[in-house]
C-alpha cells in the first residue's frame, strides 16, 4: 500500500505540465499583499567601472495577476522624485505612467514596447514589471529532485524569444533565468541569490535578496540588491492611480 | 542679493531630512548671434533655482515651490516667485488644497492648447514657465475619473519680457490690467473665476475635459493707452497687456495604438465682448478693440523605437491650428497659429544618460517661419549635468508699411540666433 502511494506521487509529479507547475509557482507567492522597500542598482560596464542607482518600490498585489507597482527614483540626482506608475495586464501589454516633478507632469507611456533598458541598467522595463502567467506558453525541460527548468515563450510583445528559468522547488522562485533575443541568441542570464524568508500572515515567502544579470554579449552586468523589504504591508489603492503620482 | 539667499535656502532645505525635497540650481550662459545693438541685453549669464520641498503629517500635506533667476546683466529680469506653495488635506477619495498651484495640463511636447490655465513667466529665456495661480482645489476620486472644483482666489498677471529683451515686444510692458464687463480696468478682482475638469481613462483612452470662467492671461491684447497729451517720443506711451474675461471650454483625449500614442486637443475660448480703445501712434486716432472669440485644435503623435544596442529614439509629430477667426486676427493671438512641430529625442541609455534632442517647427501658413534646434546633455555624476544647444530662428522682415507687422508670428524673435551652456547641479 505505501508502495503503491508512493507511485502514485511520482506518477502524478511527472504528469504535472510544465503551466501546472507554474500555476503552483504562481500560487506559492501570491498573498504577499503589499510590498515596499528600497533597491540599489550596480551597474558595471564592459571596463569594470560601476555606478549606483537607487529606487524606492511599492508593489500592491491585485486580483487575477492584475498587480500595481511604484518606483521612485532617489539617485541619480537629476531623476530624483520622477516616478513609474505600472499596471500589470493578465494578458495584454501593462499600462505605465511616468510623473516628472520638474514640470510637474503625468506623461502616459506607451508600454507596448517593454524590451528598453530600464535606468541603463541590464534589466528592461519587461524584467523589472515582473512576469505574469498566462504570458507565456510554457515547457518542462527538466526536472530534479530539487528543481525544474522552464522554457517560456512569450505569446505577447516582448524583447525575448524565449526565457530558460531553473525552478528551485524549497523556494519556489526562479534561481537562474536565461533570456534569449530575437535571433534566439544567449543575451543575458540572471542569477538570484540570498534568499529570505518572509513570513506574511501563516504563510511564508522566499525571495532572493540579490539579482545579478550579465550580458552575455556587451559584458555588462548589472546588480540589483534589496534593501528593507517589507511584505504585509498594507498600502492604499488608491495611491496607484496615474492621477495620485504627483 | 535674494538669489543668493535663494541659494543658501536651497542648501538650508536640502538637510533638513525630515522633508522630502528636490531641486536644481542651472548656471546657464546665453549668446545669440547678434547681440550688437545696444539696446538689448540677451547674452548674459544666469543662476536659476527650482526647488520644491513637502512634508505629510497624516493627512496633512505642506508643499513648497521656489523658482528665481538672477540675471548677471539685465538684472530686470531677475525674479522669485513661489509657485506651487500650498498646505492639502488628503483623504482617501478626495482632497482640499489651498494656495498658489500649478496646473499642467500638457500633452506631449510642444502644443498644447489646453494647458493655458496658469498665467506665465514669459521672460526666463528658455523655457515658458508657469506660475502659481492663488486658488482652492476639491479633487474627488472615482473608480477610473476625478473631478476637480477650482476656484481662483486671486487673479495673478503673466510676466513678460521688457523692452532689452528681444524674446518678448521690445516694449516696456506697464502692469497687466483686467478689463471688466462694462469695459472699466480692474485688478482682475470682480469676476467669479472657476474651473471644472473631469478627468476619465477607460481601456486605452484618457479623457480630460473642463469649463472655466476667468481671465484670460494667456493671450492678452497688447494695448497702447489714450496719452493725455501726444508724447513727444514713442517710448513715451503706455503700453500694458489687457486681459478679458473668457468662457473656455476644453477636452483632449490620448491613446495608445501599436506602438503610438496619440493625441487630440480641442478648446473654445469665448470673450464677454467688451471693446477698449486703443491709440494709433504716432499722431493719435483710437480704434475700438475686443478679444476676438476663437478655438484652438492640436493633433499629434509620438513613437518610441528601441534598438538592439539600448538606444531609443522618439519621435514626435505635433499640429496646431486656430479655427474661428480670420487669418488676420489669428496673427495676433500668437506666435503659432497654424504650424507643425517634429521632435526627435535620441536617448544612448548608458551611465551617463547622454540625450540629443532635435526640434522643429514650421509656419504652414507660408509665412517662412521656423525654429530649429539642438541640444545633448549628459551626467557629469551623479549629481552634475551639463547641457549645450543651438537655437536657429527664421522670420521674414517685416513689413515697412504696416507699423504692427514686426509684432506678428516669430518676427520679434528675428535675427535670434543662439547657443546656450548649462551646468546643472541637482539636489
Known sequence: MKFTLLFFITINAWCMSAREIMEKV???????IGASGEMSMTLIDAQANKVERLLKAQTL?????????????????????????????????????????????????????????????????????????????????????????????????????????????????????????????????????????????????????????KNQQTKKESILTWNNRSLGVSLKESDFKSTKLK | MKQLICILGVFFLSSIQALEYQGQIDFEHRQFDSDADSSTHDSQTSTFINLNASKELQNVKFQLGLKARD???????????????????????????????????????????????NPKNLSTGKDVERLGLPSLVYKKEFESSELQVIY???????????????????????????VEDNAELSNGDELFQFILRYKKSFEDFEFDAHVAQKYDTSSP??????????????????????????????????????????????????????EVDFFVPPLGGITKLTQKDHSKL?????????????????????????????????RSLGAFQRDVFFGLKHALNDFKGHEFSLLLTYDLQGHDESIFGLSHEFRLNSAWKLEYGLTFIDAPKPDPTDPLDFYYGLKPLRESDNMMVTLSRYF
Not at chain 1, 494578458?91 to 516628472?100: G, R
Not at chain 2, 503610438?260 to 464677454?272: D, G, P, Q, V
Open chain 2, 152 to 178: 481662483i482666489i486671486d487673479s495673478k498677471s503673466s510676466e513678460y519680457p521688457q523692452a532689452q529683451d528681444r524674446q518678448g515686444l521690445r516694449l516696456n510692458l506697464q502692469t497687466p490690467k483686467y
Open chain 1, 26 to 32: 504562481d500560487k506559492a507567492n501570491k498573498g504577499i
Open chain 2, 221 to 274: 491684447l497688447i494695448i497702447v493707452e489714450t496719452p493725455s497729451t501726444i508724447p513727444a517720443a514713442l517710448e513715451d506711451l503706455t503700453v500694458r497687456p489687457y486681459y478679458f474675461q473668457l468662457q473656455q471650454l476644453g477636452m483632449s483625449i490620448q491613446t495608445s495604438r501599436e506602438d503610438w500614442t496619440y493625441k487630440l486637443e480641442a478648446t473654445s475660448l469665448n470673450y464677454e465682448n467688451t
Open chain 2, 298 to 330: 492640436a493633433l499629434g503623435a509620438e513613437r518610441s523605437i528601441f534598438y538592439d544596442n539600448n538606444h531609443t529614439s522618439t519621435l514626435y509629430f505635433e499640429y496646431l491650428s486656430i479655427l474661428g477667426t480670420s487669418t488676420e486676427d489669428a
Open chain 2, 71 to 117: 540675471a548677471y546683466v539685465d538684472h530686470n529680469r531677475d525674479y522669485l516667485n513661489l509657485d506651487d506653495t500650498n498646505i492639502s488635506w488628503q483623504a482617501s477619495e478626495w482632497s482640499l488644497s489651498l494656495g498658489t498651484h500649478i496646473f499642467n495640463w500638457k500633452i506631449m511636447e510642444f502644443f498644447s492648447p489646453i494647458d493655458s490655465i
Open chain 1, 61 to 213: 498585489e491585485g486580483n487575477a495577476q492584475n498587480d500595481k507597482s511604484i518606483l521612485e527614483f532617489i539617485k541619480p540626482l537629476d531623476v530624483k522624485g520622477v516616478k513609474l506608475l505600472t499596471h500589470t495586464i493578465k494578458d495584454d501589454a501593462n499600462k505605465q505612467w511616468l510623473y516628472l516633478p520638474r514640470f510637474k507632469r503625468v506623461k502616459k507611456i506607451n508600454s507596448r514596447n517593454q524590451s528598453c533598458s530600464f535606468m541603463a541598467s541590464e534589466f528592461s522595463y519587461e524584467d523589472i514589471a515582473g512576469r505574469q502567467l498566462d504570458k507565456y506558453s510554457y515547457k518542462l525541460l527538466k526536472e530534479d529532485d530539487s528543481s525544474w527548468t522552464i522554457e517560456s515563450t512569450p505569446k505577447t510583445k516582448s524583447g525575448y524569444t524565449k526565457l530558460i528559468s531553473i525552478i528551485n522547488k524549497e523556494y519556489m522562485n526562479p534561481v537562474k533565468t536565461e533570456y534569449y533575443d530575437r535571433r534566439s541568441e544567449l543575451l543575458k542570464v540572471a542569477i538570484m541569490s540570498k534568499f529570505e524568508p518572509h513570513k506574511v500572515k501563516d504563510k511564508t515567502f522566499h525571495l532572493a535578496k540579490t539579482i545579478h544579470m
